[in-house]
T-cell receptor, first 119, second 114 residues
């Protein structure tokens, strides 16, 4: 089974702290994604990555950065946490590479989520 | 651009009732369509998918048919159980701009009472 593991289920941080959310997948997927999930807003894409050291902005990248030094690991960084970043964060991975194959293979596999509270 | 619209919830049903959750989409290309489910305290997981017109995806008693003429992918189940209580997301994947970034609906919460 594909496994996407997020390092923490719950985090409580203070305003202004630098926060790292880690995600690891074990299926050698090229694509990895970070979303945030808020009531009434569904899933919103923050950043995604198609390859090691490669990143692209999603719909709401402001206040976030990412790092992908190894294929299996994709980190989300909140440079200076703010209260409006309190949310559920979901990591996902998928295969194959975006310019090959059919869309049906682009199934996303999600981690269990990290619920972040910024006080 | 692409978009997915699904009915707002919550949808509240009694056990063994019939379920329909509506989903319509707009896409520039010829997308694949998905339903994901999120059980309480968990991430999303794929429930079913369809890749071309008139395809029917099915899993765990749930079904959805890819209707290109109405751009719809409604989720149905003939007899829901308490354990089906979850949030359901309709999604599409399309090669817009050379990428396969999926587009998700906002989710529909389903509550099933005994």
């Amino acid at each position: 089974d594909v496994k996407v593991t997020q390092s923490s289920r719950y985090l409580v941080k203070r305003t202004g702290e630098k926060v790292f959310l880690e995600c690891v997948q074990d299926m050698d997927h090229e694509n990895m994604f970070w979303y945030r999930q808020d009531p009434g807003l569904g899933l919103r894409l923050i950043y995604f990555s198609y390859d090691v050291k490669m990143k692209e902005k999603g719909d709401i990248p402001e206040g976030y950065s990412v790092s992908r030094e190894k294929k299996e690991r994709f980190s989300l960084i909140l440079e200076s946490a703010s209260t409006n970043q309190t949310s559920m964060y979901l990591c996902a991975s998928s295969s194959p590479p975006p310019r090959q194959g059919r869309g049906a293979k682009n199934i996303q596999y999600f981690g269990a989520g990290t619920r972040l509270s910024v006080l | 651009g692409n978009s997915v619209t699904q009915m707002e919830g919550p949808v509240t049903l009694s056990e063994e009732a019939f379920l329909t959750i509506n989903c319509t989409y707009t896409a520039t290309g010829y997308p694949s369509l998905f339903w994901y489910v999120q059980y309480p305290g968990e991430g999303l997981q794929l429930l079913l998918k369809a890749t071309k017109a008139d395809d029917k995806g099915s899993n765990k008693g749930f079904e959805a048919t890819y209707r290109k003429e109405t751009t719809s992918f409604h989720l149905e189940k003939g007899s829901v159980q308490v354990s089906d209580s979850a949030v359901y997301f309709c999604a599409l994947s399309d090669r817009e701009g050379g990428s396969y970034i999926p587009t998700f609906g906002r989710g529909t919460s389903l509550i099933v009472h005994p």
